[in-house]
């Protein structure tokens, strides 16, 4: 077997209408279709990384702790959403706070250089904005 790009990325939701009113309202982006409560779109760009993170990785990226605090929900997933530059990550973030989410940190830029703000979204992923600068240059010039 040999993938060669993520075709799809769904999360499980259990409030339907809360997770369609984030994705929409708070994260900006649209959806096409709708069977039953199942709401897609197919004009969202692909995936440009896929991963396993251990939970004591992420903790440590949101919380500077390998342990996850134990009074916020535990993550299943993450998935990050790129903005178009930097100052794009802080703007989303006092949106989405002025929106009454809480962020888990504000935007900070990581040793690698993306510069990103987490929060948890309504079904408990753990969702970031970011901005990648190799994402957004040639193949060769990637850190």
Same mark, same amino acid.
């Given at each position: ?5 993520? +075709? ?7 409030? #339907?209408? =809360? ?5 929409? !309202?708070?994260?900006?982006? %649209?959806? /096409? ?7 897609? @779109? ?10 396993? *993170?251990?939970? %004591? /990785? +992420? +903790? ?5 702790? #390998?342990? *996850? ?7 299943? #997933? @993450? ?5 178009? !530059?930097?100052?794009?990550? %802080?703007?989303? =973030?006092?949106?989405?706070? #002025?929106?009454?989410? &809480?962020?888990?940190?504000?935007? &900070? ?5 993306? @510069? ?17 600068? *190799?994402?957004? /240059?040639? &193949? !060769?010039?990637?850190?």
């Amino acid at each position: 077997m040999r993938v060669v790009f993520v +075709a799809g990325f769904s999360p499980i939701v259990r409030d #339907a209408v =809360a997770s369609r009113t984030f994705y929409r !309202d708070a994260v900006g982006l %649209s959806f /096409e279709g709708e069977v039953g409560e199942y709401t897609f @779109t197919e004009k969202l760009g692909g995936v440009k990384h896929f991963g396993l *993170w251990p939970l %004591s /990785e +992420a +903790a440590q990226a949101c919380f500077g702790t #390998a342990e *996850w605090p134990s009074d916020i929900t535990v993550p299943q #997933a @993450t998935v990050e959403f790129e903005v178009e !530059d930097v100052e794009a990550v %802080s703007a989303a =973030a006092q949106e989405l706070e #002025a929106r009454g989410y &809480r962020l888990l940190h504000r935007a &900070r830029t990581e040793p690698w250089t993306q @510069t990103i703000t987490h929060l948890l979204s309504p079904e408990g992923l753990l969702v970031g904005v970011c901005y990648t600068p *190799w994402f957004h /240059e040639r &193949r !060769d010039d990637r850190p």
